[in-house]
């Protein structure tokens, strides 16, 4: 056997019988992207409507036959290779080549010293990328590394997206042609988002906690707050922030020292509110749940230990219920990252800002600027916090087990 089949766990178990199903289905995606569909979009300006170039016609010609060959060869590994590294391998390379071809289009569709011209990646180059994503995700599931391996994977493709972005490799794209004279103005709105997520789940995380641990010690509380909280996640994004505009704006105008701290009928303090109304369901309901869940076994030890009520929250409940209650924590963070996007509306800031101004003006480009950092900050928070689960699940053992002690 050689050394590489012995990586790979031996030839009948890298090669498979028959076609992968998932790998099947993929390589069906990849193709038609690739085939069917155009690479990227050509238009004479920014508001035209563009022209759809495939693939030998948006890349010069070796570029597009070596990009042709990657996915080939990607879709080879798909359907016939079981070893997840190698999958995992071949997916993160074509992403790369991939990444790195896109960057050379606009150079070989614009005339030169056109600078109106505008150059976007189109459905062909989502779709491929799409296929490559979910193969590399399928293998990252397969493999099942462990939660600093999986955050050590995150921090490295961020880093090699942060260096190809400051050699330029995208810098005649027309999205980048959006981002630099609205450097500064991206730079202060990507810091509101951020600022509206995390202070809403701070916020929620300081009320849901008690109200979860209040919730679970007095059994006749839990049914009407869930309910209450419940109704509230129902109410539209929109409609909730439009409804606390009237109150806001009446404490702004009668409360004094309110509007000098920033609350105001619009802008991010509505908008702030309607987010930490919408986290307090799931940061309430895990902790309900992550505290119903500590064994029997855990409690009765403590109390043989003579423990009192409050040592054995802080000492037994709480660390024991601690995964569960950062599964609340991770939902509130992506969900209120996405949501924080409608705080635009409201003059609230935030990279909406440039979805909606895009929208507006019929530029596509303008509302990638700010759907693709949101879509990259709520992925991330995802990665971090499930390793964060995953590194906080308590040992398995007899009282995890909920065997007596």
């Known amino acids: 056997m050689s050394a590489l ?6 030839p009948t178990r890298a090669l498979a019988r028959g076609p992968d199903r998932l790998g099947l289905l993929l390589a069906g995606i990849g193709a038609s992207g690739a085939c069917l569909l155009p690479l990227a979009t050509f ?36 359907l016939f290779i079981r070893s997840p590294r190698l999958r995992l391998l071949t997916a993160l390379g074509s992403l790369l080549v991939l990444l790195l ?26 779709l491929v990328l799409f296929a490559l994503s979910l193969l590399a995700t399928d293998a990252l599931a397969r ?14 493709t961020g880093l090699v997206l942060f260096v190809l972005f400051r050699l330029g490799v995208w ?30 789940l701070l916020g929620a995380i300081v009320v849901g906690l008690p109200l979860g641990i209040l919730c679970h010690r007095v059994a006749a509380m839990r049914g009407p707050v869930l309910s209450s909280l419940n109704i509230l996640q129902t109410i539209p994004s929109i409609a909730l922030f439009g409804l606390l505009i009237a109150p806001l704006g009446w404490i702004a105008l009668h409360v004094p020292g309110a509007r000098e701290i920033g609350i105001r009928g619009i802008g991010a303090a509505p908008a702030l509110v309607a987010l930490f109304l919408y986290s307090l369901l799931p940061m309430v309901a895990n902790t309900v749940a992550g505290l119903a869940g500590v064994p029997f076994a855990a409690h009765d030890a403590a109390r043989g230990l003579g423990m009192t009520a409050r040592q054995r929250l802080f000492r037994v409940d709480l660390p024991l219920a601690l995964p569960v209650i950062l599964t609340g924590v991770r939902i509130t963070l992506v969900q209120n990252i996405g949501l924080a996007t409608i705080a635009a509306l409201i003059g609230g800031g935030g990279l909406g800002v440039f979805v909606f101004q895009g929208l507006g003006q019929t530029a596509m480009d303008l509302v990638l600027l700010g759907a693709l950092p949101t879509v990259a900050l709520a992925f991330s928070a995802a990665v971090l916090l499930d390793a964060a689960v995953d590194l906080t699940q308590p040992p398995q ?6 065997s007596p002690a």
């Open 5 to 10: 089949e012995a990586e790979i766990g031996g």
């Open 43 to 78: 238009r004479a300006n920014r508001i035209v409507p563009g022209v759809g170039k495939p693939l030998f016609e948006a890349l010069p010609s070796t570029l597009a036959i070596g990009l042709a060959l990657v996915l080939v060869l990607a879709a080879m590994v798909a």
């Open 101 to 126: 071809s896109l960057g050379a289009a606009p150079a070989h569709l614009s005339p030169a010293a056109n600078t109106y011209a505008r150059v976007a990646p189109a459905s062909g180059f989502w």
């Open 143 to 156: 493999l099942r590394p462990p939660p600093l391996a999986r955050v050590a994977l995150l921090g490295a």
């Open 171 to 200: 810098d005649d794209l027309s999205v980048m042609k959006e981002f630099r004279p609205r450097a500064d103005a991206f730079a202060r709105e990507a810091g509101t988002h951020v600022m509206l997520a995390l202070g809403s």
């Open 397 to 402: 053992g007899p009282l995890s087990k909920g």
